[in-house]
């Protein structure tokens, strides 16, 4: 079943997905977060009716979304029809122009909400900002960790409030866009543009050859997911 933007009421690009404990749907629009029951869709806008890039739901099933230069979660108004509730307000005055929030990962210690120009995380009703040395590339959550490449550094994770450096990986500062997902007990796999899928182990990166090695190289890997049965599910440019 496709829905048109003339059914849905927006423009044609859409950005994340997320379903609530409900089974309601949003998604991450640019002229908002739509949300559908099934039945008909609504238009839930930001404060400056920016994009939504990214949704994320937390373990308590509140939704949360990245705009441009904002970032909140969904609450229902006193009739019960969802708002968004940015949380701008309490992103210190110097760090509040930030541009696209291109992920929103909801992990166990906090709501994480990154750009290129900074990283967000929003626990115990405060928020804690981190600022690259040059940009912060996409980041990913895999088994409840945070990683994200920087240029000139590599492959970095998030181990409480300090980024580490993983060894072996100072060729992936370049991947903007590197897909990050699990693989097995000891390594992680990594999706690139420039050298098409690898695992790595904690020290080194090796290749991982598919049969789709060449489409990879030849159309931009853009995102990949873990599916229900454990396949992976890979999209490109």
């Known amino acids: 079943r ?9 423009p044609e690009q859409n950005w994340a997905i997320e379903q609530d404990d409900r089974g309601v749907i949003y998604v991450g629009n640019n002229a908002g977060v739509l949300e559908y029951d099934g039945a008909s869709w609504r238009r839930i806008e930001l404060p400056n009716r920016a994009t939504v890039r990214s949704l994320a739901q937390d373990s308590n099933g ?9 970032f909140g979660y969904l609450e229902p108004e006193a009739k019960g029809a969802m708002r968004f509730v940015s949380l701008i307000d309490r992103v210190p005055a110097e760090a509040r122009t930030f541009g696209d929030v291109w992920r929103t990962h909801a992990l166990a210690d906090g709501v994480y909400f990154q750009s ?3 990283l967000f995380r929003w626990s115990n009703g405060t928020i804690r900002v981190w600022k690259p040395a040059v940009r912060f590339n996409r980041a990913a959550a ?9 240029p000139g550094v590599g492959l970095t994770e998030l181990v409480g409030d300090t980024f580490r450096t993983l060894p072996g990986t100072e060729p992936l500062g370049t991947e903007t866009f590197g897909v990050i997902l699990p693989h097995d007990d000891r390594r992680i796999l990594v999706g690139t543009r420039n050298n098409g899928l690898l695992l790595y182990d904690g020290a080194a990166l090796t290749p991982f050859k598919t049969e789709v090695d060449q489409q990879i190289a030849a159309h931009d890997l853009y995102r990949g997911t873990e599916l229900p049965d454990g396949t992976v599910a890979l999209t490109t440019a």
């Open 2 to 10: 496709a829905y048109t933007p003339k059914e849905y009421g927006a």
């Open 62 to 70: 509140r939704i949360y979304a990245g705009g441009v230069s904002d």
């Open 116 to 118: 290129e120009m900074a």
């Open 142 to 150: 895999v088994n409840g960790k945070l990683y994200l490449t920087q």
